[in-house]
């Protein structure tokens, strides 16, 4: 054999016997990654089994017959599953993931805050704009120093009260021109639906159409929501979970009464809609304003609304709308960070979102019993803790630092 041939026969030797090592240490990695990959998948079942586990622990009891929980990120849909029925009665169907919900106050951050923050985005109102700009039955009422702001951020001094039969809206505006501020305007946090009766009310003088109109327009029909509307029609209207309100069942009609007085379009209650929907516009929150390469709020008029506007020892902290620390923030749970916020609904609908965590939590329910409210807020909780042990990414860096923009 020539001197070539040898080298080329210890060569071809060590060759393959790189190549065996090289193919031993590859089927090892698959192997373990497979058995990692299954204990993942196990331990990450488990987990989602312990959501089951509280949902049905909440249908047993009576405090709810059924629910949808939808949890997801900046991306996508994590996780989503229905539970139970669609109301308590004895022949109410499965519930559902499209099922639609009346959403409540959630109405409040889905499209009335939005809405507000759209107009000073285009130059059409300001943050500090005097309520009585827009309303002149505040002028010469002693509310000077009312603000757009102050009832964005239930700061305002203004306390609930019944609505006129005949002239719902116009005694809602009326009522409050006249109604004495309770302490100092701005420094005080009480939460009034009728706050945001107003703002309804400022959107449809500002823009000259209906706020149901204006949310649609702007963001509903924009970020795809096709299940998400005020007073849904007959279609959507068989699809929805009904509400009780003493012992009146409402399929399709706001359960709120005074938002159905003024036609079940109101700034404070009226929206509908389904957990995918609503997932759609909490990716657009938590990209800032933008979902799938479409713009829906500048950048600034989202930070605007999700930082802090209102703080009181930090029991009490309230952006534009949005609640993050408070007697109604049951959803934060324990696992979401100081940058998260979110909303209730009192027929038992709630989305909390945390930037930090990349994490967002939809929790809508056919709620049975409203006088067990602490069992209630404890289920949201629990609920928000358990995604954000199983679903929230690693802590991001938020930019906080000077982040509150200036009221436009």
Not at 139 to 156: A, R, Y
Request: aromatic fraction near 8%; charge should be neutral.
């Amino acid at each position: 054999m020539s001197t070539e041939g040898i080298a080329l026969f210890f060569f071809t030797g060590r060759a393959k016997a790189l190549v065996t090592k090289i193919v031993v240490i590859m089927m090892a990695l698959f192997l373990l990654a497979t058995t990692v990959g299954a204990a993942m998948s196990t331990t990450e079942a488990e987990q989602a089994g312990r959501i089951d586990r509280l949902m049905d622990s909440a249908i047993s009891r009576g405090l709810i017959a059924g629910g949808v929980v939808l949890v997801g990120n900046r991306q996508e849909v994590l996780f989503e599953r229905a539970y139970g029925r669609a109301s308590g009665e004895p022949d109410a169907r499965p519930m559902s993931l499209d099922t639609i919900f009346d959403l409540a106050s959630l109405t409040k951050v889905v499209a009335t805050a939005p809405a507000v923050l759209k107009l000073a985005e285009e130059g059409r109102l300001s943050l500090v704009d005097p309520v009585r700009k827009w309303l002149p039955e505040f002028v010469g009422k002693g509310k000077d120093d009312l603000l757009i702001m102050h009832l964005l951020t239930h700061t305002s001094g203004l306390d609930d009260f019944s609505l006129a039969a005949a002239h719902p809206l116009q005694s809602a505006v009326e009522g409050a021109a006249t109604e004495k501020i309770r302490g100092e305007i701005g420094s005080r946090f009480r939460y009034a639906d009728i706050n945001f009766i107003l703002l309804g009310e400022i959107v449809r003088r500002v823009t000259g159409s209906g706020l149901d109109q204006f949310a649609q327009a702007s963001f509903f029909t924009p970020l795809g929501m096709s299940d998400t509307e005020f007073n849904p029609d007959r279609e959507r209207a068989a699809r929805c979970s009904p509400t009780v309100e003493e012992h009146v069942l409402h399929v399709g009609q706001v359960q709120d009464s005074q938002a159905r007085q003024m036609g079940g379009v109101a700034g404070h209650a009226g929206v509908f809609s389904t957990a995918r929907d609503l997932a759609r516009f909490c990716r657009m929150m938590l990209n800032e304003g933008e979902l799938e390469g479409k713009r829906i709020l500048s950048q600034r008029a989202v930070r605007q609304m999700t930082v802090p506007y209102f703080s009181r020892g930090g029991a009490v902290v309230r952006g534009l709308g949005w609640d993050m620390a408070s007697p109604f923030s049951s959803p934060r749970g324990n696992g979401f960070s100081e940058f998260s916020f979110g909303h209730t609904g009192y027929s038992g609908a709630s989305l909390w979102l945390d930037p930090a965590e990349d994490t967002f939590v939809v929790f809508l329910t056919a709620r049975l019993e409203y006088r067990r409210t602490k069992e209630f807020s404890q289920l949201r909780s629990e609920l928000s803790t358990l995604a954000a042990e199983l679903f929230a990414s690693p802590r991001m860096s938020v930019d906080v630092a000077g982040a509150r923009p200036a009221p436009e």
